[in-house]
T-cell receptor
């Protein structure tokens, strides 16, 4: 158990809909990272937050957004969903976010299926 | 685009044998990490090696790093059925001024009893 929790574990929805994925980092970790894993694209970095502020952006679509709240939990919002958005979405956390990238602790993931 | 690329894509060996996986990357790095992922589950951090280190050990794991060749290898000795998983290398890379981890496509390792 990494100490990172993600809800829900599974999500099935229809095209055009909007969903919210939730992540609680390990106690004491200030950085939260979101990743998308699909068969064709592999594991792709989406976005990072550090202590409530956006720190780094990766291949995140404009239809996707995220935020980190004062209690450090984070939410990833996916809107206008398309079939190609079906994937595993992982959240990871780490202690810092300022001096390079160290060890990250991954949650169990949310499997999103768009029908 | 992927920073790290693992080789081979898939590896199947007998229990007790050693497994070696390789990773190549394109740009300079601060550190390189290896992660394991059991099917459909979250990634688990195995080991981090810094750019000024050449070799690192952790239990049955041995990682080497050759920055001149931009490559790393992960050796698992005396493999066990529980080692069956996908293994990913990850390198840090600039992302609009901040650091991020870039993962390779992974090596799928199968340990046959």
């Amino acid at each position: 158990d990494s100490g990172v929790t993600q809800t829900p574990k599974h999500l099935i929805t229809a095209t055009g809909q909007r969903v919210t994925l939730r992540c609680s980092p390990r106690s004491g970790d200030l950085s939260v990272y979101w990743y998308q894993q699909s068969l064709d694209q592999g594991l792709q970095f989406l976005i990072q937050y550090y202590n409530g502020e956006e720190r780094a952006k990766g291949n995140i679509l404009e239809r996707f957004s995220a935020q980190q709240f004062p209690d450090l939990h984070s939410e990833l919002n996916l809107s206008s969903l398309e079939l190609g958005d079906s994937a595993l979405y992982f959240c990871a956390s780490s202690v810092g976010g300022l001096a390079g990238v160290g060890e990250q602790f991954f949650g169990p993931g949310t499997r999103l299926t768009v029908l | 685009s992927q920073q790290g690329e693992e080789d081979p894509q898939a590896l199947s060996i007998q229990e007790g044998e050693n497994a070696t996986m390789n990773c190549s990357y394109k740009t300079s790095i601060n550190n390189l990490q290896w992660y394991r992922q059991n099917s459909g589950r979250g990634l688990v951090h195995l080991i981090l090696i810094r750019s000024n280190e050449r070799e690192k050990h952790s239990g049955r794991l041995r990682v080497t790093l050759d920055t001149s060749k931009k490559s790393s290898s992960l050796l698992i000795t005396a493999s066990r059925a529980a080692d069956t998983a996908s293994y990913f290398c990850a390198t840090d890379a600039k992302a609009r001024g901040a650091q991020k981890l870039v993962f390779g496509q992974g090596t799928r390792l199968t340990i046959n009893p």
